[in-house]
């Protein structure tokens, strides 16, 4: 019995006759396959929630999830600007709430134009430029404890600092206050430390780091043997007692500078062939751009406690301009900006995983030959205002601003907590001797009032200095007193010297002066 019953249910899906009838059974089974798993109670109970808690999540973070970018009107545009042509990846243009300094094109040399902020509008071609360097400028970096203070490397192999009038450049300037020479290959990149005053670091394609005192132009730190090849970039954490550097040779390191030690280093943190960029955030960790194997383009986190694998890989584009990063310490939002690229892209970095969250991407029309980012203390607090870039085209320079969109007129403390401030932690001398400061901060509550900045001073020690130096740093405790009256002899015989210079000169301006009597004498009785 059972089994008829089995052979009359089979056969009523095949016996059909019609073809209206097969079709609207396919159709059935079709519906009855589909419907079936979001019919199923127990799947629809599990993912409910987890949309909920991936929402929750989302608004959580949504502090910067609103940022938008705004281009401003042309008249606010710097035009007619020559940007350089160098293939080289850096920024280009550096910026503080007083200046914005642009990369151009020069003829017999390289040279940087220096604006003030407020100089927008057509800039004209005789406008006076900073030229100093016998090759082309590659990089530039304004000092952050003086806004008049810019430091440039070039490809003649030298570091020139140079001290910019208060409103400006009025003739052209070939005369920096001092030139730093140890590199013999061509200086790719600048950058002042944080939070001591006078310190700058330079590296070179000689793949050599040097630290300098630029109060006295000595080289104090000489990285030599730990880069084989180009290096890309170098970044200081917070409080300046590590660097981060990206090198040719695809390795990724932390180094104590003064101990002249690699405290942390990771072997291809990322595969692709083409440059990277490292650079340290304010908990310590390092954040990193590059490329895949496959020329895909990645951002990735590293702890340096452990760098053998990392927190977090995002893989974006196959876009083949360099990423370059900046990054807010207040805020922990990156912006990624590729060179050729249109667009910035900008995300949030938290301590929860996946640790590095996507907000947003500003696009434009033109692509970016490089660009220059605002410190935070030069930012409009009263519109809302988290970040400002400078944006280079081939002929202008195009600033774009990002904002928090905010209903209330009233200081938003979230969005501008104390920033880094423009007085130095230390003296050179002091964190070369192993001190280490932590910035220091200032509120933007009533906005930031420049202060008046002080005269760069170099006094440039020679070589009796530097030998009485070392006879100091090699003798006793007991004999240290008086090494340290010798080394003030130098200084007392440069003054005798002076001063004997001085009655030379008035010397000589007598005898000129005699001697033309005499002339005049001697004319007089030959006629």
Avoid at 36 to 63: L, Y
Avoid at 113 to 123: D, E, F
Avoid at 488 to 515: C, F, G, H, W, Y
């Amino acid at each position: 019995m059972h089994e008829k019953l089995q052979q009359q249910d089979r056969p009523k899906p095949v016996e059909v006759k019609s073809d209206e009838q097969g079709q609207s059974v396919k159709v059935a089974q079709m519906k009855a396959a589909f419907d079936s798993p979001q019919k199923t109670p127990d799947k629809a109970v599990e993912r409910k929630p987890s949309m909920r808690k991936d929402m929750k999540r989302v608004v959580r973070q949504s502090k910067f999830r609103h940022v938008f970018g705004q281009v401003v009107k042309n008249d606010q545009c710097y035009d007619d600007i020559r940007v350089s042509r160098v293939t080289w990846d850096s920024a280009f243009c550096a910026v503080n709430p007083k200046f914005v300094a642009i990369i151009i094109e020069a003829s017999g040399g390289g040279a940087f134009l220096v604006l003030p902020l407020h100089k927008t509008g057509r800039i004209d071609k005789s406008y006076p430029t900073v030229c100093g360097h016998t090759g082309p400028v590659l990089d530039i970096d304004w000092c952050p404890h003086n806004d008049q203070v810019i430091a440039s490397g070039s490809e003649d192999c030298t570091v020139m600092v140079w001290q910019i009038p208060e409103n400006g450049l009025i003739t052209s300037m070939s005369e920096p206050v001092v030139v730093l020479e140890g590199h013999s290959k061509r200086v790719g990149i600048i950058t002042w430390h944080p939070t001591a005053r006078n310190v700058l670091l330079s590296a070179g394609c000689d793949n050599q780091i040097i630290i300098w005192n630029v109060g006295t132009g000595e080289a104090m730190i000489s990285l030599e043997d730990m880069h084989p090849d180009v290096i890309y970039n170098v970044s200081w954490n917070r409080n300046g007692s590590l660097i981060c550097t990206s090198c040719k040779d695809k390795a990724v390191r932390v180094i104590d500078p003064r101990k002249e030690t690699i405290v942390a280093e990771k072997e291809k943190a990322h595969e692709g062939a083409r440059p990277m960029r490292a650079i340290f955030l304010a908990d310590g960790n390092v954040l990193t751009t590059g490329f895949s194997r496959m020329s895909e383009r990645q951002l990735a986190l590293w702890n340096v406690q452990n760098m053998e694998e990392p927190m977090t890989v995002n893989e974006m584009d196959t876009s083949n301009g360099v990423l370059l990063p900046f990054y807010d310490p207040d805020t922990n939002v990156v912006y990624l900006c590729g060179k050729g690229d249109s667009s910035i892209r900008y995300f949030e970095i938290t301590d929860e995983a996946p640790y590095v969250h996507f907000l947003n991407t500003f696009s434009s029309k033109e692509p970016q030959r490089g660009m220059g980012y605002m410190p935070k203390r030069g930012l409009d607090v009263n519109k809302c205002e988290i970040a400002r870039f400078y944006k280079l085209h081939e002929r202008k320079c195009e600033p774009i601003v990002m904002t928090v969109p905010r209903k209330s007129d009233l200081f938003q403390e979230d969005l501008y907590p104390n920033t880094a401030g423009p007085d130095p932690a230390l003296e050179a001398e002091e964190w070369f001797e192993g001190k280490n400061g932590d910035p220091i901060l200032i509120s933007l509550k009533d906005g930031y009032v420049p202060v008046k900045n002080r005269e760069l001073k170099v006094c440039k020690r020679n070589l009796w200095d530097q030998k009485v130096a070392k006879n100091t740093e090699n003798s006793s405790p007991a004999n240290k007193p008086a090494c340290e009256a010798q080394s003030t002899k130098p200084e007392i015989d440069m003054q005798a010297v002076l001063k004997e210079v001085e009655s030379l000169k008035d010397l000589v301006s007598s005898q000129e002066k005699r001697i033309l009597k005499l002339e005049e004498q001697i004319s007089k009785i030959a006629i």
